[in-house]
């Protein structure tokens, strides 16, 4: 994927970060040119049909943060079940505005 963190870089955001509760999801982030994306999204989650529609409506949100001139490396893990695209997208909003002040 063109956005996706690899092995080093995925190590290094989640060591070497800041980090943001909210909404029922845990943001990990770092200032980089090259916005990059990871998940840490466990079976406690749900079935792979639930998880895969999770990091779906999260990539859209990151996509979106990215037209905005976002340059960040984002680790994101749910701390609850069955975040609703509405909550996901509150949460990206909130991130947005904590890193642009």
Excluded at 40 to 46: A, P
Excluded at 58 to 77: E, P
Excluded at 85 to 92: C, E, L, R, S, V
Aim: proline letters at 2%.
């Amino acid at each position: 994927m063109k956005y996706a963190l690899s092995s080093d870089e995925f190590k290094n955001v989640y060591h070497n970060s800041d980090s943001l509760l909210t909404h029922g999801l845990l943001f990990k982030y770092t200032y980089n040119q090259s916005p990059k994306l990871g998940f840490i999204v466990s079976r406690k989650y749900g079935n792979s049909v639930n998880r895969n529609l999770f990091k779906r409506r999260c990539r859209y949100g990151f996509y979106q943060l990215i037209k905005h001139g976002f340059n960040y490396s984002v680790i994101i893990q749910p701390k609850d079940n069955n975040i609703s695209w509405i909550t996901i997208n509150k949460a990206f909003e909130i991130l947005y505005e904590k890193i642009t002040d």
